[in-house]
């Protein structure tokens, strides 16, 4: 028998991971505030819970996939939270992207419950969340991430294990924020390469085979942006708040982000501007507006 595994947060990245983990054969549970979701997990063979706490109490494995700290620590310590139904000897794994602060606090507190507690934040976007090809990176005990190494390949292909508690959402703030800086000046290099009379189909194949290639450019904006779709993906909200907390870390370590931090500055705009549900590629829209210029494959 598989372990049952309990998920909470049935949302853009939430939905096709569990439905990857119901493809796997794991019995699930699910919770989300919204109740359209857990309706279609249920037709495809998923039970619903009633409360972070009732998925806790009936799950081997609890997983967490929220939008930010607050709602991890809601979740897992608060008023009919994880902590409250999880049994001893359960795992829990936040696959959200938070402060490692809080994944620390988060493992503090199940311990004395007997409870581990993994970080185990994903790169890769919608697509490789119904691809089952995220990349996994994991922080907590090792033992504990080589038991729950066959759950992480259900929902991703690179799985890396990073350290102890906290050490996952190091790593992933650190790819977010190349991810941030990356989409900004793909869109700022192109929107000036059309600008100057080359097509952007010329600009992308030479790039991609040169040294400016990235993996923002060559994936997400790809796939997106340079077909028009600005429907989220990854919102650009959730990639100022990554960088917000690229920006805790830095200040915490002592380190200044002065690249990073203009970064930050330009999707606090876009959020300011309204446009933070938008698809975290928005600034080619932006500075093809401002261009007056089109960026299409």
Known sequence: MKEKIGFIGIGTMGKPMSINLLKAGYPLMVFDVNSKPLEELKEKGATAGKSSKEVASQSDVIITMLPNSGDVEKAM?????????ARRDSI??????IDPSVSRKVARA????????????VSGGQMGAIAATLAIMVGGDEATFQKCLPLFQAMGKKIVYCGPNGSGEIVK?????LAGINMIATAEALTLGV?????????????NASSGQNWAMQNYCGAKAFKGDFEPGFMAALMYKDLGLAMNLAKEEGIPLLIGGLSHQLYSNIV???????DSSIPVKMLEDLA???LRL
């Open 92 to 97: 829990v794994i936040d696959m959200s992207t």
């Open 77 to 85: 310590l608060g008023e009919m939270g994880v902590i409250e139904g």
């Open 110 to 121: 199940f311990s004395p419950k007997g409870v581990k507690v993994l970080d185990a934040p």
């Open 292 to 294: 007056k210029v089109k």
């Open 195 to 207: 600008k100057a009379g080359v097509g952007l189909k010329t600009l992308y194949d030479a790039i």
């Open 272 to 278: 300011a501007s309204g446009l933070g549900q938008k």
């Open 173 to 177: 703030i650190i790819n977010n924020l």
